[in-house]
């Protein structure tokens, strides 16, 4: 037994004690193959999953390094199923790999003949496959790489990925660090995509994913493709480009509903790319009528399963996913790594807060008592409208009106789901909305409006959450949201963490209803808070109306 900073137990998770002189250092060496879970003030929860430790694999890492991490840092001894579990595993990644074939295209290769009868002889697998080479050896069809590499994950069998890129068109881009510099953890992000080829890259929001994307573009000198969630963000892209980089407006397209520009880089919505015309997608042939040499996917997190499946057909092109959580509602986190690629860079939250890049924030849970006629209309309610009928009372508008005027004097955003609510708090706080039918240009002054701070408070609907830079936004009122999705959460608190001119710390209020599906909802959110670190307190409503705030 030593006295090191981590608790490895049986159960897969590692307790990591961050007062301990050697917490930082640990966290560096395990964040390559461990999960982190949770983050409160004292003990950070991290856990070894399939998925993490072959993410460590496809980056260098191999099973004696990480058993010997385990083994330097741990207070006690490692159980020896888990250092069992963690050879196997990882010995499982690679035993399968694809490679280019001049003859056949592409084939699947193994080092294990055992392995390679047991994967052919998987139902899903068999009509991807082509002849039979030799008994380490067999045929794929070129159009089947992505495929292949999504039902080999599903078995267990993740495949290495040998069979190289295209270059794709060149096309001259540099950075331009004028007036700016790029960050050491920006700068490693991106040449660890490089390096690996393909992959994801997780970044706090505020902590300049673009940038790392910009970078990945100077590496690659060709023409791009790079899909984001709306065309504010599609804006917002193309500006930080011109500013960063040697690209000219004309080399830069817009490719959205309102716009079909195809230029050397063309930054283009999901929304338009999964639009159907007569049952029929009708964009998604711009991923393979033009010779890009590099595609980036903007908040991969939500990437739509259309795009998932045309993306499973341009496995020769390098891919780059940006994101703030690879957490995944629907839990398809084995899509993207299959599909994008493995995680190539990941750094906490609050390393980055740390450093100063991104603002401190505090996280306030505001719990409201509601009115014996409404917790009646709320506990009489259809099971699917309760949570409509909790997050949008009279009760709850009062304390938003009550945490508006308290921050008067700040750059405030109240955030919710349900339009005909925003549209009634809009109106009481004589402040303007943005919500899904407010046309784009009107969206911009708004903002640009907010930026300036000639707008102090804005009423957004969830069209604000991905991608929109507010740097002055200090205060975020949520008022209802998509039922405790942590994804959202992570959107949400990330409009309010770019960092402050005078330093001061970001406050981010959930306003939520006492003893309804509202209080369970955000228990899930709560807990993606600490699991990032944040503090988090609940207060009552009362304290707002006696400004104990």
């Known amino acids: 037994?030593?006295?090191?900073?981590?608790?490895?137990?049986?159960?897969?998770?590692?307790?990591?004690?961050?007062?301990?002189?050697l917490s930082t250092e640990c966290r560096r060496a395990i964040a390559p193959f461990a999960e982190l879970e949770?983050?409160?003030?004292?003990?950070?929860?991290?856990?070894?999953?399939?998925?993490g430790l072959w993410n460590a694999r496809a980056a260098g890492h191999d099973a004696e390094q990480v058993i010997d991490t385990l083994l330097k840092y741990s207070r006690y001894a490692v159980p020896h199923s888990i250092l069992?579990?963690?050879?196997?595993?990882?010995?499982?990644?690679?035993?399968?790999?694809?490679?280019?074939?001049?003859?056949?295209g592409?084939?699947?290769?193994?080092?294990?003949?055992?392995?390679?009868?047991?994967?052919?002889?998987?139902?899903?697998?068999?009509?991807l496959l082509g002849p039979r080479i030799d008994p380490e050896t067999i045929a794929?069809?070129?159009?089947?790489?992505?495929?292949?590499?999504?039902?080999?994950?599903?078995?267990?069998?993740?495949?290495?990925?040998?069979?190289?890129?295209?270059?794709?068109?060149?096309?001259?881009?540099?950075?331009?660090?004028?007036?700016?510099?790029?960050?050491?953890?920006?700068?490693?992000?991106a040449e660890g995509f490089w390096h690996g080829g393909s992959g994801v890259v997780v970044l706090p929001c505020g902590a300049g994913k673009t940038i790392v994307g910009a970078a990945a573009m100077a590496h690659a000198k060709a023409t791009t493709l790079i899909l984001v969630t709306n065309t504010i963000a599609a804006r917002q892209w193309r500006e930080e480009l011109l500013h960063r980089t040697t690209l000219k407006e004309d080399e830069i397209g817009e490719y959205s509903g309102a716009k079909k520009e195809i230029r050397p880089v063309t930054i283009a919505t999901y929304q338009v790319m999964t639009k159907k015309k007569?049952?029929?997608?009708?964009?998604?042939?711009?991923?393979?009528?033009?010779?890009?040499?590099?595609?980036?996917?903007?908040?991969?997190?939500?990437?739509?399963?259309?795009?998932?499946?045309?993306?499973?057909?341009?496995?020769?092109?390098?891919?780059?996913?940006?994101?703030?959580?690879?957490?995944?509602?629907?839990?398809?986190?084995?899509?993207?790594?299959s599909l994008i690629g493995p995680k190539r860079y990941d750094v906490p939250w609050k390393e980055i807060e740390a450093q100063g890049y991104i603002a401190p924030a505090e996280c306030i849970e505001v719990r409201v008592t509601l009115t014996e006629n409404e917790r009646l209309a709320y506990a009489t309610a259809e099971p699917e409208n309760r949570y409509r009928h909790c997050a949008t009372t009279m009760t709850k508008r009062k304390v938003v009106e009550e945490l508006a005027k308290h921050h008067a004097d700040d750059q405030v955003?109240?955030?919710?789901?349900?339009?005909?609510?925003?549209?009634?708090?809009?109106?009481?706080?004589?402040?303007?909305?943005?919500?899904?039918?407010?046309?784009?240009?009107?969206?911009?002054?708004?903002?640009?409006?907010?930026?300036?701070?000639?707008?102090k408070c804005l009423v957004v609907s969830k069209v604000a959450n991905f991608s929109i830079d507010l740097p002055d936004a200090t205060v975020a009122i949520q008022v209802s949201g998509a039922f405790g999705s942590r994804q959202e959460e992570a959107q949400r608190l990330g409009r309010i963490l770019r960092p402050k001119a005078d330093g001061r710390t970001a406050r981010f209020y959930s306003v939520v209803s006492r003893d309804t599906i509202d209080q369970d909802f955000a228990q899930n959110r709560q807990r993606f808070l600490a699991e990032q670190g944040y503090s988090y307190r609940i207060i009552d409503a009362d304290d707002v109306f006696q400004g104990k705030i």
């Open 140 to 189: 794929v069809h070129p159009s089947q790489r992505g495929q292949i590499k999504q039902s080999l994950l599903r078995l267990g069998w993740p495949a290495e990925d040998f069979a190289g890129y295209v270059d794709g068109q060149h096309h001259e881009i540099a950075l331009v660090e004028d007036g700016w510099k790029i960050r050491p953890y920006q700068e490693l992000a």
């Open 1 to 21: 037994m030593t006295d090191g900073p981590l608790i490895v137990q049986s159960d897969k998770t590692l307790l990591l004690e961050i007062d301990h002189p």
């Open 278 to 337: 007569n049952g029929a997608y009708a964009h998604l042939d711009l991923f393979d009528t033009h010779d890009w040499g590099l595609i980036i996917y903007d908040e991969v997190h939500l990437l739509p399963a259309p795009i998932f499946r045309f993306t499973a057909d341009i496995q020769s092109r390098r891919r780059l996913g940006l994101t703030a959580t690879l957490v995944r509602e629907d839990g398809l986190e084995g899509e993207v790594f």
């Open 106 to 127: 592409l084939v699947l290769i193994t080092t294990d003949t055992a392995v390679l009868e047991e994967v052919i002889r998987a139902k899903k697998i068999a009509p």
């Open 38 to 51: 949770r983050s409160p003030e004292h003990i950070h929860t991290y856990r070894l999953t399939s998925l």
């Open 413 to 455: 955003l109240v955030i919710g789901q349900y339009i005909d609510q925003l549209d009634e708090l809009s109106e009481i706080l004589k402040v303007p909305i943005i919500k899904g039918d407010t046309p784009i240009k009107e969206r911009e002054r708004l903002f640009n409006l907010f930026r300036r701070g000639e707008i």
């Open 84 to 104: 069992v579990d963690i050879a196997e595993t990882m010995s499982r990644y690679g035993r399968l790999r694809l490679e280019a074939d001049p003859i056949h």
